[in-house]
C-alpha cells in the first residue's frame, strides 16, 4: 500500500475523493495539508486523513504527493519532494519558467521518482475515444479540430491568480495549457500560431482572460482553441470538433456525450459518467509508481506545450506569426 499527502485543499483537492475510493486498498491518504487550518482539517476529515498546515511535516511518512498549489509555488515545493524521493502529481502547469521546468525534469530523472502533471483532461472517456477515433482514421484525417472552454471565473484583484507574475501568464497559460496540450497530442508537431488574447470585459485579470489560439500542424491540419474567464452563459461549455475527411466528430464534455455526423445523420456513439476523468487520472499515476511505466502526461511533453505557449505569447508581442517547430511530442 502506498501512502499519500494531499498537499493544498482548495478547490482542486475535492475532485480526489473518489479516486481514492476507486484505488481502494491500494492506497492510503495519511495527510491532508494546507496553509489554512480550517481547510486542511475539512479535507483531511473528508480524505479520512490527518491535517497539516506544512507539508515538510509529512514527507517522511509518505511515498508520494499530489501538489495542488498556486503556480509559482510548483517550483519550490515539488523540488523539495522530489530530493526528499518523492513520488509527485503536480497540479498544471509544471511550472511558470523554463528554466523551472527544466530542474523538476532533471530532478525527477535524479531521483528516479514519478513526476506527472495533473492534463486531467487526456483520461477523460471522451477524450481518449476522440483521440483513438482520430488515430484509427475511422473518418479520414482530420483536418480541423476546435475546442472551445466557456465558463466563468473570478478571483479577487489580490488573489495569486489574477497577477500575471504568479499565474505565468493569463488564461491561455492558466488553463489553455490543458488543450494546447491535447492539441499537440492530436495533431502532433505544429508549424506555426497565433495568439489573440485580451481583458477586456475580465477586467480583474492582469493579462488575458479570453484567449483564442490557431495553429497549423505539418500534416496540414489546423488546430483551434477559444477559452474564456468571462462567460455569463454558454451552450458549447466545454466541446471539441473533429472535422474529418468523411464526418466530424463532437465530443461535448459537459455533457458526456460523443456523437458522429456524416452528413445529416447524428449518430451518438458513446457516452459517460460526469467527474470521473480526475479519478482515472490519479489511478494511472499510482499504476505509474507501481510499475514504473513513465506517465502519459509527463514532464518533458509538458515543457514542449508550455514552450509552445510561451512563443506564442512572445510572437504576439511583437505581432507576427510564432515558428513553433521543433516542439512536437516526439522530441525533447
Not at 307 to 313: M, Q, V
Request: aromatic fraction near 8%.
Amino acid at each position: 500500500m502506498l501512502n499519500v499527502a494531499v498537499v493544498g485543499c482548495g478547490g482542486m483537492s475535492g475532485g480526489y475523493r473518489r479516486a481514492f475510493e476507486q484505488l481502494g486498498s491500494r492506497v492510503r491518504v495519511v495527510a491532508a495539508v494546507d496553509v489554512v487550518q480550517d481547510r486542511a482539517k475539512a479535507a483531511a476529515e473528508e480524505l479520512g486523513a490527518e491535517p497539516a498546515t506544512d507539508y515538510r511535516t509529512v514527507l517522511d511518512g509518505v511515498d508520494a504527493v499530489m501538489l495542488i498549489l498556486p503556480h509559482h509555488l510548483h517550483h519550490p515545493i515539488a523540488m523539495e519532494c522530489l530530493a526528499a524521493g518523492k513520488h509527485v502529481l503536480l497540479e498544471k502547469p509544471l511550472a511558470i519558467s523554463e528554466a523551472e521546468c527544466l530542474d523538476l525534469i532533471q530532478a525527477s530523472e535524479k531521483a528516479r521518482r514519478v513526476l506527472m502533471i495533473a492534463y486531467c483532461m487526456r483520461f477523460h472517456p471522451l477524450v481518449v475515444r476522440l483521440k483513438e477515433l482520430i488515430d484509427n482514421k475511422t473518418y479520414g484525417d482530420v483536418f480541423q479540430l476546435s475546442i472551445w472552454t466557456e465558463q466563468h471565473t473570478r478571483y479577487p484583484r489580490d488573489h495569486w491568480a489574477s497577477k500575471a507574475a504568479t499565474l505565468g501568464g493569463g488564461q491561455l497559460f492558466s488553463h489553455g495549457c490543458h488543450y494546447i496540450d491535447l492539441l499537440l497530442w492530436f495533431l502532433g508537431r505544429p508549424v506555426e500560431g497565433t495568439h489573440m488574447g485580451t481583458n477586456y470585459c475580465t477586467p480583474w485579470m492582469e493579462k488575458e482572460g479570453t484567449s483564442n489560439v490557431a495553429m497549423k500542424f505539418e500534416s496540414g491540419a489546423l488546430g483551434y482553441h477559444f477559452g474564456t474567464w468571462g462567460a455569463k452563459g454558454t451552450r458549447l461549455g466545454y466541446s471539441f470538433h473533429a472535422h474529418c475527411a468523411e464526418g466530424m466528430i463532437e465530443a461535448h464534455a459537459s455533457i458526456g456525450k460523443l456523437f458522429a455526423h456524416v452528413g445529416d445523420k447524428e449518430e451518438l456513439l458513446e457516452e459517460c459518467e460526469l467527474g470521473k476523468h480526475v479519478g482515472n487520472e490519479i489511478v494511472h499515476f499510482i499504476d505509474c509508481i507501481e510499475t514504473g511505466r513513465p506517465p502519459l502526461t509527463d514532464a518533458r511533453s509538458s515543457l514542449q506545450g508550455l514552450r509552445a505557449i510561451w512563443r506564442l505569447y512572445d510572437a504576439e508581442q511583437k505581432g507576427v506569426v510564432a515558428d513553433l517547430r521543433g516542439l512536437g511530442l516526439d522530441e525533447s
